[in-house]
């Protein structure tokens, strides 16, 4: 499970550490996550998820340890050009439109390419909504377009915090099929949630409980293991909490 | 620096303005009704009628005066009353409002060289609510009496080398940097709260972007803005347009035409970088806020100490020596100065102060630029 950082690693972490006072967050992970895969980080709310892809991008400053992504070492501004970040707020402007939402990050990310925007709009079907202040937009609009906003650079590595929350089943399949596209493409993806029931979504787990990671492997190889039928059983199993704190 | 990036902050903050029909109110109308209030209440606001009574406790010999003051009060339009007899019976009338102020001629603690009149003791009684109209009437009283009673004494009257005397035309220049600063401090400090809080920060520096190039990027976007807020008050304040009377509506003159004694343009500049300042003193204290009530919590901790200090009503040099190297820390007290400078006494930049005034005020804008580019990252727990 763990060998030495290589280039091919899309992210890598050794040892990384955050410590808030007397809770520790993210407690002494090594990680290697190979390019082109859908990697699902799971626990229950406050196990540490935000703050674990925070010290991987490197915006919050591990209190040890280092975090790698492709094969740099976090945090670097330039290698951020290659790194997409899909928020757990929105993380958009409602006073914006869409079309300026996405133009003013594409600008931010060195995308300067108008096509590949539309095709971005196209992908997340907000093409008939190009002028509609993010205010008008529904929940579930929003969060399509805070994961255009996340894409428009095509990045190699994708963070996205609980990427379907406050999502209808509907759009949640749709994100799925996104989602594997774009690990198609080669890029990875690391894509937090707390609904277990995702989990099968994923080429690969990292269940997480108080910034411990308690278990790794693909979803069938976790339930094999515990000997159960469903991750959050199998959560309960390895001694993690299924609920939140 | 890339400039693209910058641009782009720039460029948005411009585009959220277009939607947000307050804050564009609040910055373009907001300062012109404000200034608009204030010329009118400080010009045309006064005493609009005085009872006045003249107290006469000296008998026959005082009639000479009391008759004097009388007619030269009366020639002034105020009413003159003379059926008071004694100082206590004018309190009273004070107090009851049926006067607004007494002149009490008495006499003196000893006698007075002159053969003709006793050592004459004028006192004048006023309300004591209003220090303003209070102000007033004792000047108009002391312009009666020295010409009334000016065989007692040299006449004295008052002359300024800068404008003329006007109080609300020495305080306008100042006015504009406070409204200014203020304003776009508020709009500053709750825009970059609403970055912070909505997470849409966190995302800013997830990207390539430097810190530094959001600092520039707000202060251009925002400076963009306050140039333009300048640029109105400046017109509305320095300038007049007049409106014939069309139809049923009355004429009317637009602007209040402040005498301007400088060029307007340094005036602009100064309130310029004096709005810079304000951007980045409002992204730096958002660092400390969490709602967008806790930077409204600012005001009295940072805009009002300011509006105390900074030489707007008091000169900073009056001010007790405690207070004088604060006041020196603060930007509104180079703005107000400079401005003064400029507007009212006419200097331009061949003069140091003016010279000094923007040196330090360019110095506390990237002072300030650089302490909110620093508290950018701070962690949010």
Redesign the interface.
């Known amino acids: 499970m763990s060998t030495s950082p290589t280039v091919e690693d899309a992210i890598s972490a050794r040892g990384l550490t955050k410590r808030?006072g007397s809770i520790v967050a993210v407690n002494d992970l090594d990680l290697d996550l190979a390019p082109g895969r859908i990697y699902g980080l799971l626990g229950p709310n406050g196990s540490g998820k935000t703050t674990l892809i925070r010290c991987l991008?490197g915006?919050?400053?591990p209190t040890a340890g280092e975090s790698r992504v492709l094969g740099v070492r976090m945090p670097d501004?330039?290698n951020?050009?290659r790194?997409g970040?899909m928020?757990?707020?929105?993380?958009?402007?409602?006073?914006?439109s869409v079309w300026?939402n996405l133009r003013?990050?594409a600008?931010?990310?060195?995308q300067l390419d108008r096509a590949v925007l539309d095709e971005i709009l196209e992908l997340v079907q907000l093409s008939d909504r190009r002028g509609t202040?993010v205010l008008e937009l529904s929940g579930g609009m929003r969060r399509r377009l805070s994961l255009a906003?996340a894409l428009v650079h095509r990045p190699s590595v994708l963070f996205l915090d609980e990427p379907t929350v406050g999502v209808d089943p509907e759009l949640r399949v749709e994100f799925w099929t996104y989602f594997r596209r774009l690990a198609s493409e080669g890029r990875t993806l690391v894509v937090s949630s707390h609904v277990m029931d995702e989990a099968h979504r994923c080429d690969e787990l990292l269940l997480i409980f108080h910034g411990k990671l308690l278990a790794r492997g693909s979803p069938s190889e976790i339930l094999h293991q515990t000997g159960t039928d469903d991750i959050e059983q199998a959560f309960l199993k390895l001694g993690g909490s299924g609920r939140g704190e | 620096m890339n400039t693209r990036r910058t641009l782009a902050i720039s460029r948005r903050i411009a585009e959220m303005f277009r939607r947000d029909h307050r804050s564009l109110a609040l910055m373009f109308l907001a300062p012109i009704v404000i200034m608009a209030l204030l010329g009118w209440v400080l010009r045309d606001a006064g005493p609009t009628s005085t009872n006045v009574a003249i107290v006469n406790e000296l008998g026959s010999i005082g009639t000479p005066v009391s008759e004097g003051l009388a007619s030269a009060l009366s020639g002034g339009g105020m009413n003159v009353k003379l059926d008071i007899a004694d100082e206590a019976a004018a309190r009273q009338a004070l107090r009851d409002g049926t006067i607004d102020v007494a002149v009490v001629l008495a006499t003196g603690g000893s006698t007075s060289a002159s053969a003709s009149l006793p050592n004459l003791d004028i006192t004048i009684i006023t309300p004591g609510l209003s220090p303003a109209d209070d102000a007033d009437r004792i000047g108009a009283l002391r312009q009666a009496l020295a010409t009334s009673v000016g065989q007692l004494g040299p006449t004295i009257s008052q002359e300024t080398i800068y404008g003329n005397g006007n109080f609300f035309d020495a305080f306008t220049p100042a006015l504009v940097g406070f409204v200014v600063f203020f304003l776009v401090f508020i709009l500053t400090g709750i825009s970059f709260l609403r970055e912070r809080v909505g997470g849409t920060l966190e995302r800013l520096l997830a990207t390539p972007v430097r810190r530094l190039e959001i600092v520039v990027g707000y202060s251009v976007g925002f400076g963009f803005f306050a140039l333009v807020q300048v640029a109105l008050v400046m017109l509305f304040v320095l300038g007049t347009i007049h409106i014939g009377a069309i139809g049923p509506l009355p004429e009317v003159n637009f602007g209040l035409g402040v005498p301007s004694a400088g060029s307007p343009w340094l005036a602009f500049v100064i309130t310029l970088l004096l709005a810079i300042s304000a951007v980045n003193l409002g992204i730096f204290l958002s660092t400390f806020a969490r709602t967008e009530f806790q930077i409204l919590q600012f005001i009295p901790l940072v805009i009002v100490p300011q509006g105390v200090l900074s030489g707007i009503f008091w000169p900073v040099d009056a001010l007790p020596g405690v207070l004088q190297p604060i006041a020196w820390l603060m930007p509104m007290t180079y703005g107000i100065d400079g401005l003064r400078e400029v507007l009212v006494k006419g200097s331009g930049l061949d003069v140091w102060q003016v010279q000094l005034d923007l040196l330090v005020l360019a110095g506390i804008a990237l002072l300030l630029a650089a302490l909110a580019s620093l508290t950018i990252r701070r962690e949010v727990v």
């Open positions: 808030f991008i915006l919050a400053r501004r330039v951020l050009g790194v970040y928020t757990q707020s929105d993380g958009i402007y409602n006073e914006l300026e003013f990050f600008a931010l990310a060195g202040p906003c």
